[in-house]
C-alpha cells in the first residue's frame, strides 16, 4: 500500500505552526460536492451526520464499519487532493476490529480517523452520561491503529479523542491524550471543552502535539470562529453541524410551505442542470467524450 498524498497535505498543514485545518463535516456526496465547490481544503465524514443520513438514527453507536467506510470511501474519491478525515468512533470492537476499521479507511482513501474511549454502546460526545473504556482499553484501541497503520505502509493521521473530562475531569483526560501520543497518535482530541481557558490550557499542555477544536453547534463547547481557534493554539478544527444544520432548516423550510402553501419553494438552485453541475456532471461528459461514445456532443 503506497503512502498517501491527501494524508501528507494534512501532516503538512498540521506541521505548520501558524495553520489550521478548517474541515467542514460532511456526510454524503452532495455535502461533500459543495463544501469541495468552495476551495476548502480538508474535508470531515461526521459519524453523527452519516447516521442521521443512511440510517435515520441518531449518534448512539448504531452504525457499522460498513456503513462507515462506504460514506467514507466515495467522499474520499470526488477529489483525492483533498485530505478526508473521518469519524471512526470507538474502531467498531476490539484490538482486531480496529486493526480491521484501519486498514479498510486507509484502502478507502481516508487520510485521517479519530478513535475515542466511549464503550461500542458509545453517544455523542455532547450528550450527557456517557461511559467510558479503562485507559488501558483504550491505549489498546491506540496501539491496534498505530500497528495497522504501519503494517499497510501508509501515513494515515490518527486522531485519538478522549470523552474523559466530562466523567474523569481535565487532568486525567489530558494524560489520557498523552498516552496516546506517546503510543504513535498524531493529533490530540480533548471531546467537550467547556471554556476558551480550557481550549487554551489544552493546546499549552499538549504541545507540541497539534490539537482538534470539534466544533458542535449547541454543543458543551464555546462557539469559536476559525480564526479564534487558530488564536487559542488548535491546528486542526472539524464542523460537524456544516451540513446537518442548513439542511435541517432548509428541508423544514420547505417541507412547512409545501404541506401548508402546497407550493415547493426552494431557494438558490436552479433547473435540473446546475443542480447536476455540482455533482460532477461537466467531468461525467468530458468522460464520455473521451471515450468517444458521444452521448452528450450535443449537450445536455
Ligand atoms: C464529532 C462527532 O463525533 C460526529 O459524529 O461528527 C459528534 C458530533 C455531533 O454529534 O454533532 C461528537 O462530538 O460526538
Known amino acids: 500500500m503506497v503512502a498517501s498524498n491527501a494524508a501528507s497535505r494534512l501532516r503538512q498543514s498540521l506541521a505548520d505552526e501558524v495553520n489550521i485545518a478548517v474541515c467542514p463535516g460532511v456526510y454524503d456526496g452532495l455535502t461533500a460536492r ?9 474535508l470531515y465524514m461526521t459519524g453523527a451526520g452519516t447516521t442521521a443520513s443512511r440510517l435515520g438514527q ?8 460498513t456503513e462507515m467506510r462506504e460514506t467514507a ?10 485530505p ?9 470492537g476490539g484490538s482486531l476490529m480496529v486493526h480491521r476499521t484501519v486498514t479498510e479507511y486507509i484502502r478507502s482513501g481516508v487520510a485521517a480517523l479519530h478513535l475515542e474511549d466511549q464503550p461500542t454502546s458509545k453517544r455523542c460526545g455532547h450528550l450527557l452520561h456517557k461511559q467510558l473504556v479503562s485507559v488501558d482499553e483504550f491505549l ?6 498505530v500497528n495497522a497503520r504501519q503494517s499497510s505502509g501508509n501515513d494515515i493521521v490518527l486522531i485519538a479523542r478522549t470523552d474523559a473530562l466530562a466523567t474523569l475531569g481535565y487532568d486525567q483526560a489530558i494524560s489520557r491524550l498523552k498516552s496516546a501520543v506517546a ?46 481557534a487558530r488564536d487559542l493554539g ?11 444544520g442548513p439542511v435541517y432548516s432548509g428541508l423544514n423550510e420547505a417541507a412547512k410551505n409545501l404541506k401548508e402553501g402546497g407550493r415547493l419553494i426552494t431557494s438558490g438552485i436552479g433547473g435540473p442542470k446546475d443542480f ?14 473521451a471515450s468517444r461514445e458521444n452521448l452528450f456532443q450535443d449537450g445536455v
Open 34 to 42: 459543495i463544501a469541495l465547490s468552495f476551495g476548502f481544503d480538508a
Open 276 to 289: 447536476f453541475n455540482i455533482v460532477g456532471l461537466k467531468a461525467a461528459m468530458a468522460i464520455d467524450a
Open 73 to 82: 470511501q466515495m467522499i474520499a474519491s470526488l477529489d483525492h487532493s483533498i
Open 140 to 145: 489498546s484501541r491506540i496501539k491496534a491503529a
Open 234 to 244: 488548535f491546528r486542526m478544527i472539524i464542523f460537524p453541524g456544516f451540513a446537518i
Open 183 to 228: 503510543l504513535g497518535a498524531d493529533v490530540a482530541f480533548l471531546e467537550g471543552i467547556t471554556s476558551k481557558e480550557q481550549a487554551k490550557q489544552a493546546c499549552e499542555d499538549l504541545s507540541p502535539t497539534p490539537v482538534l477544536f470539534n466544533a458542535v453547534t449547541g454543543g458543551v463547547s464555546p462557539d469559536l470562529s476559525v480564526e479564534e
Open 58 to 65: 441518531p449518534d448512539l453507536g448504531v452504525i457499522t464499519l
Open 84 to 92: 478526508l478525515t473521518a469519524d471512526a468512533d470507538t474502531g467498531f
